[in-house]
């Protein structure tokens, strides 16, 4: 893999080659904010020309940018040389046009088998923990694995959470887990040793439509908890 360094005031990068048919860009800001800002301006900026059937993906992380690109239509030095140009965009706030979503929680229980677990780490009451978690709005910074999960700011705990040490071979979609300072919904059923607090009723990606998901990065979150009871009045609702 080759790289670049590019430089702007306040604003460093490096774009490097990924196999034969991506590049990615990476900010090295000191600040997390500045560098989630800055890839994510890029991507925008990228997805707004539209019109460039060279460019097949557009995979915006935390401080790092995908672009996928047809080998048969383009080159690297054709897609380094678009992104170095939009770098050199005036930055632009990620959140702007963010939107605030409200998703329902069942805390605890079968819904929520390692709410003890970490409320116990944590030196809290599982109904602190709870407190905590659903007390503001938690920003989504990207996609995640699998197929769309939502990757979110973690809540105000007063220290990181650990993985389990024993992942499980089954977590089922809507399942509302914590990480180091993290949140996530799962998108979809799959493996995961994030622990797991609660989970929603509600579908958060559906393969049948397009777009998968009604979420974008900068949008909200806000955990709102539920009694199991209540759970069949949001089972397999799309929210958006």
Known sequence: ????????????????????????????????????????????????????????????TYDSLL????????????????VERLIELPAQPATRGSRQFEIPVVYGGEFGPDLDDVAAHLALSPAEVI????ARPLTMR?????????ML?????????????????????????????????SARPAPGGWPVIGRTPLTIVDPSTEPLSDFRPGDTFRFVPITAAEWPLYEGVRHG
Request: net charge negative.
């Open 153 to 185: 700011d973690g809540p105000a705990f007063p220290q990181p959470v650990p993985r389990r040490t024993i992942p499980r071979p089954h977590v089922p979609a809507g399942a509302v887990a914590v990480a180091g300072r993290q949140a996530v919904i």
């Open 67 to 82: 672009v996928e690109f047809d080998c048969a239509a383009t080159t690297h030095d054709a897609i380094r040389a678009l």
């Open 1 to 60: 893999m080759s790289g670049v360094t590019c430089t702007r005031p306040h604003r460093d990068f490096v774009l490097a080659d990924c196999g034969d048919s991506a590049v990615r860009l990476t900010s090295l800001s000191p600040d997390a904010e500045e560098r989630w800002q800055a890839v994510h301006t890029v991507a925008a900026a990228l997805d707004a020309r539209g019109d460039d059937v060279a460019v097949t993906g557009i995979i915006p």
């Open 131 to 134: 407190r905590l978690h659903s």
């Open 142 to 150: 990207c996609f995640g694995s699998p197929g769309g999960a939502p």
